[in-house]
């Protein structure tokens, strides 16, 4: 809730849950957006926990959930918000690249993207919590790893993001959340 409470989604009518697990995220948005409906983008073996969770708040007719393996599969539709909750950490620079590339060609003109990490100072040391998580993800995957605002906000820009700012948020493991928007004239293929 803390997340979804320290970023205006009141305008906004259709947001993606990148990677959402068990879809606690779209939950917490949609409670506080009444306006808002959602769709989780996540493997398979994930849908029986957030159809579990989206039913136990109400929310079933709101929120779908939609399977795939985000690095690999096409996501269906397009939408005004995507959020990247704790997904890149377990990517490589170049795969977060092309995840990133990949939502904001789901984007909307003028859509919103949501990051939500981990995220290291710049000297790469700290905070405590992402720098011992980011020592985790160097033992725990093949490529992850905590990345820097810098670096987030490289990514972003990379990508035709624009606008792109650290929202202030307390939460108790130390995670950030950078966000920024698509220009409206970007340029579509």
């Not at 393996?69 to 795969?95: F, K, M, Q, R, W």
């Amino acid at each position: 809730p803390t997340v979804a409470a320290a970023i205006d989604l009141s305008q906004r009518r259709r947001l993606l849950d990148l990677g959402g697990g068990p879809g606690a995220y779209a939950v917490h948005f949609c409670k506080a957006n009444p306006q808002l409906r959602a769709t989780v983008f996540d493997l398979p073996e994930t849908r029986p926990f957030a159809e579990k969770t989206i039913a136990k708040f109400g929310l079933a007719d709101r929120i779908a959930f939609a399977e795939g393996d985000y690095l690999h599969d096409n996501i269906p539709g397009t939408c005004d918000v995507a959020l990247l909750s704790h997904i890149l950490h377990a990517e490589g620079p170049a795969d977060c690249r092309n995840l990133i590339k990949k939502a904001v060609s789901l984007l909307q003109p003028g859509g919103l993207i949501i990051i939500h990490e981990f995220i290291l100072d710049n000297t790469m040391d700290s905070p405590l919590h992402p720098a011992l998580f980011a020592l985790n993800m160097l033992l725990g995957t093949p490529a992850g790893r905590s990345y820097s605002e810098e670096q987030l906000m490289d990514m972003l820009a990379e990508a035709h993001i624009r606008d792109i700012r650290r929202i202030p948020v307390e939460t108790p493991n130390d995670s950030g959340v950078i966000i920024g928007n698509i220009s409206l004239d970007f340029p579509r293929k």
